[in-house]
């Protein structure tokens, strides 16, 4: 049984910074995909950053390379999602999510991944 576990959601003004945490059960943190996934009310679920736990290679969406910064510390089971520079539109629940395996350049697709946290929200205002 895998258990995700979300925090550090909370609300900022655009360009200040926030750091999501997210507490991983399971009997072994190794040869899995861990990622970041937003979704806003409306719209379709999106992905914002993975990494697969064994090669540390990060995978970002466009829309934050250069402002989010995915990491892990294996050891505790946790992954990590800094995020700066905030704007408006990155306004939406994150979850965290495992995957078993992903097809080569589907890393941040929703679909992939088969274990989901409860979600944390983050709101940024103008």
Known sequence: QVQLVESGGG???AGGSLRLSCAVSRSTYSNV???WFRQAPGKER???AAVYTNSNTP???DSVK?????SQDNAKDMLYLQMNSLKPEDTAM???ATASSVSAGW???HRYYDYWGQGTQVTVSS
Do not use: H, K, N, P
Request: hydrophobic fraction near 30%.
């Open 94 to 96: 994150y979850y965290c």
């Open 59 to 61: 995978y970002y969406a």
């Open 66 to 70: 250069g402002r989010f910064t995915i």
């Open 107 to 109: 890393e941040l697709s």
């Open 46 to 48: 999106e992905g914002v």
């Open 11 to 13: 609300s900022v003004q």
């Open 33 to 35: 995909y861990v990622g």
